[in-house]
């Protein structure tokens, strides 16, 4: 199931097929693997101490090799790899990251459902006031109304006349 849409070149990591959008999948993250594809294959995906979500390998000196997730989704191929030293870990591997995103697409990095992504549009079925995701089947949101009263502040023209003489009765000055 994990090599769907992938093709092998000899001596290089497979070669992952990019997705139109409006797929669960996201073009930019397999643009992104296709241009820092390594021989060892795919990369993993970490949490480091801060809870972020990376991509990218640890290498065996405890440097970690790669970009923040958010932004290859955002970004694609553009994102470069950094090489962050040891002091930023210790990194988490989240097993499981591969199988979930092949299973539910963006829902496996936005669980929340607050995010908004390009192909947006072919997430959501709307039913009146309740939507529920297409791309893992198992989120629904209901549509919320509400009014913010807004406290504003700022200047107004006064007349300048008023300004000029300011007691126009003529009171003895
Ligand atoms: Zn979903």
Avoid at 79 to 86: G, L, M
Wanted: aromatic share 10%; glycine share 10%.
């Amino acid at each position: 199931m994990m090599n769907r849409g992938i093709v092998t070149e000899p001596g290089q990591a497979p070669k992952v097929a990019v997705p139109p959008n409006g797929t669960k999948h996201s073009p930019n993250l397999a643009k992104w693997l296709n241009a820092n594809r390594r021989a060892g294959g795919r990369p993993s995906v970490y949490r480091n101490i801060d809870g972020l979500r990376h991509i990218g390998w640890l290498e065996d000196d405890g440097w970690f090799s790669g970009a923040r997730l958010w932004r290859v989704l955002g970004d694609g191929r553009r994102v470069k790899v950094f090489a962050f030293p040891p002091a930023h870990g210790p990194w988490f591997k989240e097993a499981d990251f591969w199988d979930r995103y092949e299973a539910i697409g963006r829902c496996a990095i936005d669980e929340a459902h607050t995010r908004h992504f390009i192909g947006d549009d072919t997430r959501w079925r709307e039913d009146g006031d309740t939507r529920e995701c297409l791309w893992c089947g198992a989120h629904r949101q209901e549509r919320h109304r509400w009014q913010q009263i807004i406290e504003r502040e700022g200047w107004r023209p006064v007349a300048l006349a008023a300004l000029a003489n300011p007691h126009p009765k003529g009171d003895g000055v």
